[in-house]
């Protein structure tokens, strides 16, 4: 076994929550705004309800084939056709990871205008680099410290933007249909098909028979702390203003004023991203160099931890051109990308498993007899 | 320009990995080398290409053509 660090049930929850939470802020709140405005709550809890579907998949997945990523179930269970989809997975996991690495530079671009965008990329890989050749264990504990800080101070940051929002501006329920509201579920449902990523990291949990209660709980804490985030800018800027917002909290915490001192509260937010954001590229980061050195049968993945840090640092100035070419990507690939990855094929190899399995034993009795 | 921040972007690439190549090459790991020279040479690629700010489709365009409903 390439990792030799294990990490708690919760300490593999938290980062499965830090993960998703930071992309729900950033990118998925926006998505689900325009699809579903004012009914963007109503579209989480829905896009969450089918999310499960993905989470529950690859949770039955690393149970079925205890102590084996994702990578190593493909290569040894699924012939040549898994080996194909492990590499079409370890893409998957490159692109998502340039994908982060671009939206950390762009979010700062957005507030330091001069800072060329690869000083961001290079500092942030810098230290993800750093935490994936460190190792998981300490991913795992370094977030256990701060997911807990991050989630006070959000709470403190709702708080104070309270008397800027007015509620009534969620209403009319449903005024535009379902059809918005699927829009914005199938989009939540994306967001949490990221959590086969999850498929990397759960063969090192302590008590893996434990795992589906621990993720259930992931989804229903990941869609408490995305409901402040859906319905706070609709509150305060209408629904139509918050469609056209490029981060709509980060417009949203610069409103808040605690009396003639404290009224610059951006850097809570700015911390926020790159808290969330280092522990996101981190673990993508770190599955991908595991699942490669896992395909190409390596004794470590430390020595791919650098060579891949120039690959994505490169890779994420060649994603796209400018902020446009993203916004297009989130909106006419994120989703059905991270459905098809994070939710079918984790549902496909499920069943297939269970067939194989089916298949085997009718083999082996047929022998015996 | 262009071509001082080319070469100084290969050598630090190249020096950043030098140490573990050598490591590598000392215990006879061929496929970690190979690994790390494919990896490597694929970020340099992609790298002079920003630097000379060379026009290919982006990721993102290529992802986007391969959706079927997309125009």
Not at chain 1, 35 to 54: D, Q, Y
């Amino acid at each position: 076994m390439i990792e030799k660090g294990r990490i708690s049930n919760i300490q593999s929850a938290m980062l499965a929550i830090t993960s998703l939470t930071i992309m729900g802020h950033l990118i998925v709140l926006t998505l689900v705004i325009s699809h579903s405005k004012e009914n963007g709550w109503i579209a989480a809890i829905i896009g969450t309800a089918l999310g499960l579907i993905g989470i529950v998949a690859v949770t039955r997945l690393s149970q079925r084939f205890p102590g084996l990523t994702l990578i190593e179930i493909l290569f040894r269970h699924f012939s040549w056709p898994g080996k194909i989809a492990a590499i079409v997975y370890l893409l998957y996991f490159f692109i998502l990871t340039l994908l982060a690495v671009r939206l950390f530079g762009e979010a700062y671009k957005s507030i330091l205008y001069e800072t060329p965008l690869t000083a961001f990329i290079v500092i942030i890989l810098l230290v993800s680099a750093y935490a994936v050749y460190l190792g998981l264990e300490t991913i795992g504990r370094m977030n256990q410290i701060m997911l807990p800080i991050l989630v006070v101070m959000a709470i403190v940051v709702a708080y104070l933007t309270m008397p800027n929002k007015d509620y009534s501006n969620l209403l009319p329920i449903l005024g535009e249909g379902w059809m918005p509201v699927g829009a914005g579920a199938l989009s939540v449902m994306g967001w949490f098909g990221e959590i086969v990523i999850m498929g990397m990291l759960l063969p090192y949990v302590q008590k893996p028979e434990r795992l589906m209660k621990a993720n259930l709980w992931v989804a229903a804490l990941t869609l408490i702390f995305f409901l402040g985030p859906v319905t706070g800018p609709v509150a305060m800027f209408g629904a139509t203003e918050a469609a056209k917002m490029t981060f709509p909290t980060f417009s949203e915490v610069r409103y808040i004023e605690a009396g003639e001192v404290l009224n610059r509260f951006d850097a809570i937010a700015v911390l926020f991203w790159t808290v969330g954001l280092l522990f996101r590229i981190s673990i993508f980061y770190y599955g991908l160099c595991l699942g490669t050195a896992q395909a190409l049968k390596l004794k470590t993945y430390r020595p791919l931890v650098l060579p891949f840090g120039w690959l994505i640092g490169a890779g994420s100035l060649w994603f796209a051109a400018d902020y446009e070419e993203i916004q297009s990507f989130l909106f006419g690939v994120y989703a059905p990308l991270n459905i098809t990855m994070g939710a079918l094929l984790p549902v496909l190899l499920l069943l297939l498993s269970r067939l194989i399995q089916k298949l085997r034993k009718r083999k082996e009795v047929a022998e015996e007899r | 320009m262009n071509l001082l921040y080319s070469l100084a972007f290969v050598a630090l690439a190249v020096a950043s990995v030098a140490f573990q190549a050598a490591d590598a090459i000392r215990r006879k790991q061929f496929k970690v080398l190979a690994a790390q020279g494919a990896i490597l040479a694929l970020a340099i690629v992609l790298g002079i290409l920003a630097i000379y700010n060379f026009r290919i489709p982006s990721m993102a365009e290529l992802l986007q053509a391969l959706v079927p409903w997309q125009a």
